[in-house]
Nanobody, 125 residues
Framework: QVQLVESGGGLVQAGGSLRLSCAVS????????MGWFRQAPGKEREFVAGINWSSGIILYTDSVEGRFTISRVNDKNTLYLQMNSLKPEDTAIYYC??????????????????WGQGTQVTVSS
């Protein structure tokens, strides 16, 4: 029913920028809180950013605060992650996720109900 498809990953040099997109189909985006997670080789998947249904609550992990911006355009059923000033430690597979409780944002991947397949981001130095 609910499908999430990430795009926009790629190879970029340190200091560069990428914009990730997550297209949601099957349901209306405004029914869900959304989040971005990432997983680097040999590491656990971690929370990156989250946004509730109305964009009234936005959270970031400390390591990306001030560099990344999460946003959503509900009328387009699309979630975005603008990534600036990228660092090699940002290299990971990035996943978008949806949560049926649309009013709050959490950092725990176990609280999200729907997941995309991920898009690779590689930052060279």
């Amino acid at each position: 029913q609910v499908q999430l498809v990430e795009s926009g990953g790629g190879l970029v040099q340190a200091g560069g920028s990428l914009r990730l997109s997550c297209a949601v189909s099957g349901r209306t985006l405004s029914n869900y809180a959304m989040g971005w997670f990432r997983q680097a080789p040999g590491k656990e998947r971690e929370f990156v950013a989250g946004i509730n249904w109305s964009s009234g609550i936005i959270l970031y992990t400390d390591s990306v605060e001030g560099r990344f911006t999460i946003s959503r355009v509900n009328d387009k059923n699309t979630l975005y992650l603008q990534m600036n000033s990228l660092k090699p430690e940002d290299t990971a597979i990035y996943y978008c996720a949806g949560r049926r409780n649309r009013f709050i944002v959490t950092r725990d991947q176990g609280t999200y109900d729907y997941w995309g397949q991920g898009t690779q981001v590689t930052v060279s130095s």
